[in-house]
């Protein structure tokens, strides 16, 4: 066996770090979402063109693509946890990350080493080179590289099975250049209107254009609206669509009748596809996580119809097993601290609702939101369910809304008492301070928020237990 020395290791870090700066320089929509001014912006050819000179890995790799205003990620993870219960091998590509950036694309949960990640940016950044020089400022960008490292790995990987999460809408998405086994829209609502449209109906075409000719669809949208819209493209496409509350359906099972001191998975009942399956349970908290876990189940059984082997049995498993980072996460016991990556009206609705059976003497949220949301409506919708509102921004991306704005907001629409924080650290060593062991504290308002707050929560009870 060969272990590698403390100069190697020394040398693989320093790559790895060098090769994320270089990643992170390039044009990255995620940290500078008004550097795009139209979905003009966003080059589809550019991204064929990279995966072409890399040898189309997409094409050797089987794949379900998962879109939608929300719930996509959790949708995603479920898909995969179920696949991986068969004993497949099973690839998973989200964005943005939490922690790490090869977070990104796990196999089986594990994510590439450092020394994987070198190596996937030795293959792409001469590619990335050559079309800087033929294209000068119109090269790939931050995800079109981060994807195509996705597709190499999963293909290096001989996954089984690729599970990929759009980034943002779907028509021109870097991810949108697969011809996928199944295709999943999960939700249509209000999010990056400036890009994708004003109304449901546009957004929801954007979301349609992962639709491939003759791909089943998987759809949890049910307005009127954006539904046809949906509708409307698969026919076109000659495409068959299974849609939630048609083709199949859940039946939600009454909850416990016991106090709740955290949020809690729901059970539900599942039909469609000529199969039954009952009290399934989900093992993120919510009764929205039923709706994607039957978009999962769906896409399940139109795989079987397509060579994989899905039981119920492993259906059931990969629901309760599936977990994602800033889903209703609880990172504190007493008081009850849940941190929450919901950014829109729709998720911040879906969390206050998760969270309302849940016992607690106060209610305090601490917000902050990207410059790209509709932060008064989302203030007017936490005021509604919380006893009190903490104002905040988060330092580990530019697109964080200004403190002053979020205060002028607050002073418009918040009916409940509130206080500013010129940093989250703070507004977290106050509540930690000031929090009685019944009270609930909820940190959201956006994905860039919560993935700072658990990583300063996580080193707080680190330094405690020390």
Same mark, same amino acid.
């Not at 075409?205 to 491939?212: L, Q, T, Y």
């Not at 008064?376 to 919708?381: C, G, I, K, R």
């Given at each position: 066996m060969n272990i590698p020395?403390?100069?190697? /290791?020394?040398?693989?870090?320093? @790559?790895?770090?060098?090769?994320?700066?270089?990643?992170?320089?390039? $044009?990255?929509?995620?940290?500078?979402?008004?550097?795009?001014?139209?979905?003009?912006?966003?080059?589809?050819?550019? $991204?064929?063109?990279?995966?072409?000179?890399l040898g189309n890995p997409q094409q050797q790799v089987p794949a379900v693509h998962v879109a939608g205003s929300k719930g996509k990620g959790s949708t995603a993870t479920m898909i995969a946890t179920i696949f991986q219960a068969t004993g497949c091998r099973v690839g998973l590509f989200t964005s943005p990350h939490i922690d790490? /950036?090869?977070? +990104? /694309? $796990?196999?089986?949960?594990?994510?590439?080493?450092?020394?994987?990640?070198?190596?996937?940016?030795?293959?792409?950044?001469?590619?990335?080179? !050559?079309?800087?020089?033929?294209?000068?400022?119109?090269?790939p960008s931050f995800f079109d590289l981060a994807t195509a490292m996705g597709w190499l790995h999963f293909a290096?990987?001989?996954?089984?099975?690729?599970?990929?999460?759009?980034?943002?809408?779907? =028509?021109?998405?870097?991810?949108?250049?697969?011809?996928?086994?199944?295709?999943?829209?999960?939700?249509?609502? +209000?999010?990056?209107?400036?890009?994708?449209?004003e109304t449901l109906e546009l957004i929801a075409?954007?979301?349609?254009?992962?639709?491939?000719p003759e791909v089943p669809v998987v759809t949890g949208v049910t307005q009127p609206g954006p539904l046809a819209e949906i509708v409307q493209i698969s026919r076109e496409c000659h495409s068959?669509?299974?849609?939630?509350?048609? !083709?199949?359906?859940?039946?939600?099972?009454? &909850?416990?009748?016991?106090? *709740?001191?955290?949020?809690?998975?729901?059970?539900?009942?599942?039909?469609?596809?000529g199969t039954e399956l009952c009290d399934l349970e989900t093992g993120m908290p919510g009764e929205h996580q039923t709706r994607n876990a039957a978009l999962a189940v769906t896409c399940a059984l139109l795989l079987n119809q397509k060579g994989y082997t899905v039981t119920p049995q492993a259906m059931?498993?990969?629901? =309760?097993?599936?977990?994602?980072?800033?889903?209703?996460?609880?990172?504190?016991?007493?008081? *009850?601290?849940?941190?929450? &990556? &919901?950014?829109?009206?729709?998720?911040?609705?879906?969390?206050?609702?998760?969270?309302?059976?849940?016992?607690? @003497? @106060?209610?305090?949220?601490?917000?902050a939101t990207s410059r790209d949301k509709e932060p008064?409506?989302?203030?007017? *919708?936490l005021t509604e369910h919380f006893d009190e509102i903490w104002l905040t921004r988060f330092s580990n991306n530019p697109r964080s809304t200004p403190l002053e704005e979020l205060e002028a907001l607050a002073s418009q629409v918040v009916t409940k008492p509130w206080k500013a924080f010129p940093e989250l650290h703070s507004a977290l060593d106050a509540a930690r301070q000031t929090a009685g062991p019944e009270d609930l504290i909820c940190v959201t308002g956006s994905f860039f928020l919560g993935a700072e707050a658990k990583n300063l929560l996580q080193a707080a009870r680190e330094e405690s237990i020390a």
């Open positions: 020395s403390d100069s190697s /290791f020394l040398e693989i870090s320093r @790559r790895y770090q060098q090769s994320l700066e270089r990643l992170i320089g390039r $044009m990255n929509y995620e940290r500078t979402p008004e550097a795009a001014e139209s979905l003009r912006d966003f080059k589809l050819n550019r $991204m064929a063109e990279l995966l072409a000179r790490r /950036f090869e977070d +990104r /694309f $796990m196999v089986n949960t594990l994510a590439p080493s450092p020394a994987e990640v070198v190596a996937l940016f030795d293959q792409i950044w001469p590619v990335c080179e !050559e079309m800087d020089g033929e294209n000068p400022g119109s090269g290096r990987s001989q996954v089984d099975l690729a599970v990929i999460e759009v980034g943002l809408g779907g =028509r021109l998405d870097s991810t949108n250049v697969c011809r996928p086994l199944v295709s999943v829209i999960t939700s249509i609502s +209000r999010d990056h209107v400036r890009l994708l449209g075409r954007e979301k349609a254009g992962i639709i491939k068959p669509l299974f849609r939630l509350g048609q !083709e199949f359906s859940i039946r939600q099972q009454p &909850a416990a009748a016991t106090a *709740l001191s955290t949020p809690a998975g729901c059970r539900f009942d599942y039909a469609g596809l059931a498993i990969g629901i =309760r097993q599936a977990m994602c980072s800033l889903r209703v996460e609880k990172v504190s016991e007493s008081p *009850l601290i849940i941190v929450d &990556a &919901a950014h829109n009206v729709a998720s911040i609705q879906a969390l206050c609702e998760t969270l309302q059976p849940v016992q607690a @003497r @106060r209610r305090t949220v601490i917000f008064a409506d989302l203030l007017a *919708l």
